[in-house]
């Protein structure tokens, strides 16, 4: 959900809850392979006329502890907060925005998946013609 208050501020909060129950007595063979955090939250803000020309837009993603499980490898995924955030400049007589962005400020590597790379932080440049 994501709506303006105070001017041309965005505000966004989406939360999200996954459970998935079974009885591992009664089927001791099965392997559920859900691979999904309980609890999943991300937050963001953003104001894309800050000051003539500028805006912005931060996000924060967290999510708790969880299972893995697939045919390669079994394993618990840890919990991971990241922070992405970006500055954008219009120029409003070349029809264009210039973005300057970040994912991951914090820099710390996460898993999503076990059996693959961990993923790093990221920065970018990018211009966009006619937006």
């Keep these: 959900m994501s709506k ?16 998935f129950n079974f009885d591992q007595a009664k089927d001791p063979s099965f392997e559920a392979g859900f691979n999904t955090p309980k609890h999943r939250v991300k937050a963001t803000i953003g104001n894309d006329k800050l000051f003539p020309n500028f805006g912005f837009n931060i996000s924060g993603r967290w999510n708790s502890e969880y299972l893995w499980q697939s045919t390669m490898v079994d394993g618990m995924i840890s919990s991971a907060t990241v922070v992405d955030a970006q500055i954008n400049y219009s120029l409003p ?22 059996g693959a790379g961990s993923i790093g932080h990221q920065y970018f440049v990018s211009w966009t013609i006619k937006p």
Excluded at 95 to 113: C, F, H, M
């Design 93 to 114: 007589k070349m029809k264009s925005v210039i973005k300057l962005g970040a994912t991951n400020l914090g820099g710390k590597e996460y898993t999503q998946v076990l």
């Design 4 to 19: 303006k208050i105070f001017g041309n501020y965005d505000f966004g909060v989406n939360y999200n809850y996954s459970q």
